[in-house]
């Protein structure tokens, strides 16, 4: 069985692997010139590997049940072994698993390493725009119209849009159309968001605990606690990212709203300030809240609330009081876009899913055509689920196309 793979990402290098274990003689063409370039960017360079917690609900798209079928048929356990067979070792950090390393780059040598021993042939610096079915094969083409080499099976892993710096650009949904497949509309998603604030530049920088909601009006459509960082252009950070998902819909006006004392009910934030006024109203409301919040954040808190940072605590007022409660636990920050594809992790849509087989990967449209990862109309939360589809995916159809 001769197997083409059209891109060397983490689902074509694992879909590669699989199916040459299986005996297939195959060949990954990738247009960058090495494979792997936005693996070596997972989990901040230290390769996010998957998760403990491997709920459906950390998965996105238009068929939950296709994205449930693949997960039961390639279940975390067989990605984890298969991580194994490789010669890594994974550890947990909070759920989170990474290679032993902590390094990207191990895991990415560790695929390469074995894609050598097992013959797979990895063509880099080739980009195919065409897939030509003739007869009982497919012949893979570039953009001069030139024979690449012809397959008796194709899978196509190349990937979405979101990172184009290390190859992303849209190939496969171009590839999906050419084939007659359905491409849901693709959006950025896990990407840092465009807020609109006269302090954000002066906060650049600023890292914070805090709950952040994400609100359409006075509607709560999404909640997520964690480190928030303040860019000079919006919010960025885990939380930020995983909200982004939501906030990025077409039509929607959100906001982010970001509770810096989510420990405290509204009412009782209050009447905490009030008595910490009391207690140290010999102090400047500035240097009052110095041993509460980061020192950057207080000037700007201030000025969004008209409280000169020279007044003396014992002189708040209850409203000057209630506004400062009210900032500490719901600091609204309207969204007015995202950081684009090259700041984005993962790309939202792709090849509709309804059309391919969740046993096997198979096209419905095209015998003989597999897909798999970031291509699909599949996406995951931040925290290593999107490596976790790329491996199962892939497997799953290395295994099918081998068969």
Not at 7 to 35: F, H, L, P, Q, S
Not at 270 to 284: N, T, V
Request: hydrophobic share 40%; with cysteine.
């Amino acid at each position: 069985m001769q197997i083409g793979i059209i891109g060397g990402g983490a689902a074509g290098m694992t879909a590669a692997i699989t199916a040459a274990r299986a005996g297939a003689e195959v060949t990954v063409y990738e247009k960058m010139d090495r494979v792997g370039k936005k693996l070596l960017a997972t989990g901040n360079g230290r390769c996010n590997i998957s998760n403990e917690h491997m709920e459906l609900f950390h998965f996105h798209g238009a068929s939950p049940d296709f994205i449930r079928k693949v997960m039961e048929a390639v279940p975390p356990e067989e990605t984890r072994a298969f991580w194994e067979s490789l010669g890594l070792i994974l550890v947990s950090q909070e759920g989170r698993l990474y290679p032993m390393s902590l390094q990207a780059s191990g895991v990415l040598d560790a695929l390469r390493l074995e894609m050598e021993r097992l013959g797979v042939r990895v063509r880099c610096g080739e980009e195919v725009t065409r897939v030509v079915p003739v007869k009982r094969s497919f012949r893979l083409e570039g953009a001069d119209g030139q024979e690449k080499g012809r397959f008796s099976r194709v899978i196509i892993t190349a990937g979405g849009k979101a990172s184009p710096q290390f190859g992303a650009d849209g190939d496969g949904q171009r590839l999906a159309a050419s084939l007659g497949h359905t491409v849901v509309p693709l959006r950025p998603a896990l990407v840092k968001l465009k807020c609109r604030s006269p302090y954000l530049k002066a906060l650049s920088g600023c890292k914070v605990e805090a709950r952040a909601t994400l609100l359409q009006g006075d509607e709560v459509l999404a909640q997520e606690w964690g480190e928030v960082l303040f860019t000079p252009e919006g919010l960025s950070g885990p939380p930020i990212l995983r909200l982004s998902r939501e906030a990025l819909v077409s039509g929607r006006r959100c906001s982010i709203a970001l509770n810096l004392m989510e420990h405290m009910r509204e009412g009782e934030c209050y009447w905490w300030l009030k008595q910490r006024a009391e207690r140290f109203g010999y102090m400047k409301v500035q240097e009052m809240l110095g041993g509460v919040l980061h020192k950057r954040l207080i000037l700007p808190m201030l000025k969004e609330t008209d409280i000169p940072p020279q007044t003396p605590s014992e002189r708040l007022s209850k409203q000057q009081i209630q506004a400062l409660s009210r900032i500490l636990q719901w600091w609204t920050f309207p969204v007015l876009g995202d950081g684009g594809w090259r700041e984005a992790q993962v790309t939202v849509g792709g090849v509709f899913t309804g059309e391919i087989d969740p046993t096997t990967m198979q096209s419905k449209k095209k015998t003989g055509i597999y897909w798999a990862g970031e291509v699909l109309d599949v996406d995951g939360d931040c925290g290593g689920y999107n490596l976790q589809w790329a491996a199962s995916s892939g497997i799953l159809a290395g295994r099918s196309a081998a068969g």
